[in-house]
């Protein structure tokens, strides 16, 4: 029996511990890493390249819709889960366009993770129950024109994850230390992101990333 190797992303430890428990007690499981950032499970996917790789939606550094993105470029053979506190068409269809299979919310039982896995390792996709399949079709279908015109599409992977750093707040010298480069390029590079959004203020930004969904008003 071939074992599922899987990587965990979730902020808070004890979700990430009830998740390995869960999770190592299928004879064909095991947790073989977690990360407590999006940039930690993006790292540690491109050195581990898992089976699976569960991320919750709302990450610090980086959000669980650009580890989705990010993860694949870097491992294409990791199908991902996300885990979400919100059944919103908006989240679920970006989660899907970025490459995620799987969709769960996080008040489904546990053994609907299981199943998830399951799932998606067969490169089938899982929605929560909650998720209206035809609902997010139509939103699909509304939604592909516009995504074409949006210009966050133009932004690097580094620019990503500078935007969202500077919305948590972080200075440009933390933003730096922990992207091991120097504060000139991570001013650089906010410079080139608020020029290519047309934005021209710290609370524009802020606005966005929340519009965007990047970050939540209530954490």
Request: proline letters at 2%; a negative charge; glycine letters at 4%.
């Amino acid at each position: 029996m071939k074992e599922i190797r899987i990587v965990l992303a979730d902020d808070h430890q004890i979700v990430r511990q009830g998740l390995q428990s869960l999770l190592n007690a299928e004879t064909d499981m095991r947790v073989i890493g977690q990360a407590a950032t999006g940039l930690e499970a993006v790292e540690l996917t491109d050195q581990l390249r898992p089976d699976i790789l569960v991320t919750d939606l709302m990450m610090p550094e980086l959000n669980g819709l650009e580890v989705t993105r990010q993860a694949l470029q870097r491992s294409p053979g990791t199908r991902v889960i996300v885990l979400s506190m919100h059944a919103n068409e908006a989240y679920v269809l970006q989660a899907m366009r970025n490459g995620a299979l799987g969709y769960v919310l996080k008040d489904s039982s546990l053994e609907e993770l299981v199943l998830a896995v399951r799932t998606v390792l067969r490169e089938d996709r899982y929605l929560s129950e909650a998720i209206s399949d035809d609902m997010l079709q139509l939103y699909q279908q509304k939604e592909r024109q516009s995504a074409l015109d949006d210009p966050y599409e133009t932004l690097t992977n580094r620019e990503r994850e500078i935007l969202q750093m500077v919305v948590e707040g972080l200075s440009s010298s933390q933003i730096a230390e922990r992207l091991v480069i120097s504060t000139r390029t991570v001013e650089t590079h906010r410079a080139n992101l608020m020029r290519k959004l047309n934005l021209n203020s710290q609370a524009e930004l802020i606005r966005f990333a929340i519009r965007k969904g990047i970050v939540l008003l209530d954490g």
